[in-house]
C-alpha cells in the first residue's frame, strides 16, 4: 500500500482539463513544498513533469500545472491531447529520514 | 547526451545477493545525488535508496533497510546497489536515477534522468 493516496484512475475529452489529487500527511506533502509528479507511459521510464509543488522543467508544456493545499497536492492538465494518456505518480520529500515516497499512480484515460 | 545505464540484473533464488551498477555519462557525475527506484511488474513506482553526491546523505525503504546498501564511485562515474537476502517481493525493474538538483547536501525527490532499467527476478 503506497505512502501516499491518489485515484486509481481518471479520464477526460480532448480539450478539457482534469485533475489528479495526492493524498499525503503532514510528514510528507503537507511538512514540504517539495511535490513532484511523474508521467509514465507503457514500457518507458517515468518522466518529471512538476517539481517543488508547482515548478516545471524545461521542456513541458505549460498545460501542466501542480499545486497544493494542506496534506493535498494536485495536477491538473489542461487541453488534454491524446500523448497525456499515461500514468501519472505524485511523489513527495517525507524528511532525512524516509527521504521520498509515491503515490499508488493514476491510469489517465483520454477518450 | 546525458545518459545511465543499469546492469546486473537477473533471476536469483530467495536469500541470495545480487549487485546492481549504473554507469552514468553526459554530466558531471559528482554534482548530482542519485536514486534507486524500482516498479514490480504491473505496479507502481516504489523508492529504494538515495546517496547525496558527497555521500554524506543516505536513505533507504524500510523494506530494503538492513538488507540492501547504496554506494558510488565518483571517479568511476558509476552508482551501485548491493542487494542481499533476497525476497520474492524484491522483484522488480530497478531504475538509476539522476537527482536535478546541482550540488545539493541532501537527495530531493525531483529526478530528471532515468535510466531504462535491469530486472531482479527472485525466485527457487
Known amino acids: 500500500q503506497s505512502v501516499l493516496t491518489q485515484p486509481r484512475s481518471v479520464s477526460g475529452s480532448p480539450g478539457q482539463s482534469v485533475t489528479i489529487s495526492c493524498t499525503g500527511t503532514s510528514s510528507d506533502v503537507g511538512g514540504y513544498n517539495f511535490v513532484s509528479w511523474y508521467q509514465q507511459h507503457p514500457g518507458k521510464a517515468p518522466k518529471l513533469m512538476i517539481y517543488d509543488v508547482s515548478k516545471r522543467p524545461s521542456g513541458v508544456p505549460d498545460r501542466f500545472s501542480g499545486s497544493k493545499s494542506g496534506n493535498t497536492a494536485s495536477l491538473t492538465i489542461s487541453g488534454l491531447q491524446a500523448e497525456d494518456e499515461a500514468d501519472y505518480y505524485c511523489?513527495?520529500?517525507?524528511?532525512?529520514?524516509?527521504?521520498?515516497?509515491f503515490g499508488g499512480g493514476t491510469k489517465l484515460t483520454v477518450l | 547526451e546525458v545518459q545511465l545505464v543499469e546492469s546486473g540484473g537477473g533471476l536469483v533464488q530467495p536469500g541470495r545477493s545480487l549487485r546492481l551498477s549504473c554507469a552514468a555519462s553526459?554530466?558531471?557525475?559528482?554534482?548530482?545525488?542519485m536514486h534507486w527506484v524500482r516498479q514490480a511488474p504491473g505496479k507502481g513506482l516504489e523508492w529504494v535508496s538515495s546517496i547525496s553526491w558527497s555521500r554524506g546523505s543516505i536513505g533507504y525503504a524500510d523494506y530494503v533497510k538492513g538488507r540492501f546498501t547504496i554506494s558510488r564511485d565518483n571517479a568511476k562515474n558509476s552508482l551501485y546497489l548491493q542487494m542481499n537476502s533476497l525476497r520474492a517481493e524484491d522483484t522488480a525493474l530497478y531504475y538509476c536515477?539522476?537527482?536535478?538538483?546541482?550540488?545539493?547536501?541532501?537527495?530531493?525527490?525531483?529526478?530528471?534522468?532515468w535510466g531504462q532499467g535491469t530486472m531482479v527476478t527472485v525466485s527457487s
Open positions: 553526459g554530466f558531471t557525475f559528482d554534482d548530482y545525488a
Open positions: 511523489c513527495s520529500y517525507a524528511g532525512s529520514y524516509t527521504f521520498v515516497v
Open positions: 536515477a539522476k537527482d536535478l538538483l546541482q550540488g545539493g547536501t541532501h537527495p530531493t525527490n525531483a529526478v530528471d534522468i
